[in-house]
DNA sequence: GTCGCTGCAAAGTCTTTGCAGAGAG
DNA sequence: CTCTCTGCAAAGACTTTGCAGCGAC
């Protein structure tokens, strides 16, 4: 599935380079590295989306069909992901949570109470200030995430 | 159980303030003021914790045995306290959500990731950035919340 | 009295786990 | 070869729901 070319995309770079860090972190910890992990990132990768494990599931079982992917072994590698700190995970109103690739730049969330729909935001200020409140409160920070929910400009102009 | 008496102290003032606009809510909408009701709410106010559904028909359990509250009342009446923007729930990292009064200020959350403890803070600079933002990407806004992980004080200490 | 509420237990979700066989190193 | 992974199905955790009797109004 690695492609034997060093004419890579922007986007293949940031794939291959995300793929090895995993494969590393595996040798790293003793374990093996298994066309079903491979196929769990690299879905993560390919969708912009945050998936829930169902989603993320369902997309994989579309598109490799043949490896009968059980559902356990994505909720098994997202749990592995997210220690190794590769993937996110958000929860919120509802049962059940979604991941995200975390390689990316740290962001927060606005979330459509309507169509459910995430966008991502940073803003440095906000960032800024989250580190001083911990220090103030002694506080060891080790991570933080802040949603803003309401109805998206989509669903505004629908209703 | 409501005190007839001039003589309330703040707190019971808020209570009985908070208890009336819970009664007048159910009668609004038709639906009776129950003793069970009435104790999840008390208790929820009693509380300065953040309350699973477990934890909360725990105390109340402790509190009023001969009451026999189920759990799936205290799942109901919480839903409807949500609903109705009386309480707020917290949910993260693991399994199940908190819950916590939401009449009191708006305030977000720092959650140690040792012991599960909840501090709460306000910051108005994040506040205003936070309703800018929303303002720039178009979105209606109509609640957000933040949270950040990290190890509190205490759990530092005991390491 | 009526109609909503409650406790109970059963059913639903979502997630985790035990196990025997498959497969990576 | 060894020892981890996987899919499956069963078990778990948390939450919701159906129902018959109870209780607020």
Do not use: W
Not at 72 to 95: H, K, M, N, P, W
Not at 131 to 149: T, V
């Amino acid at each position: 599935m690695s492609k034997v070319t060093t004419n890579f995309s922007d986007k293949t770079i940031q794939y291959e380079q995300l793929l090895q860090n995993f494969k590393s972190l595996l040798k790293e910890n003793n374990l093996k590295f298994t066309i079903q992990r491979e196929v769990i990132l690299e879905t993560l990768y390919d969708s912009q989306e945050h998936l829930t494990p169902e989603s993320l599931h369902h997309l994989i079982q579309e598109k490799y069909p043949d490896l009968n992917t059980g559902i356990a072994t994505v909720y098994r590698t997202l749990s592995l992901l997210e220690e190794s700190d590769i993937v996110t995970s958000l929860s919120f109103g509802a049962q059940g949570k979604k991941y995200e690739l975390g390689a990316k730049e740290h962001h927060d969330h606005l979330i459509c109470t309507e169509c459910g729909n995430i966008t991502e935001f940073v803003d440095e200020q906000i960032e800024e200030r989250q580190h001083k409140i911990a220090q103030e409160l002694e506080f060891k920070m080790q991570d933080h995430s802040m949603q803003i929910y309401g109805v998206c400009k989509k669903c505004q102009k629908e209703n």
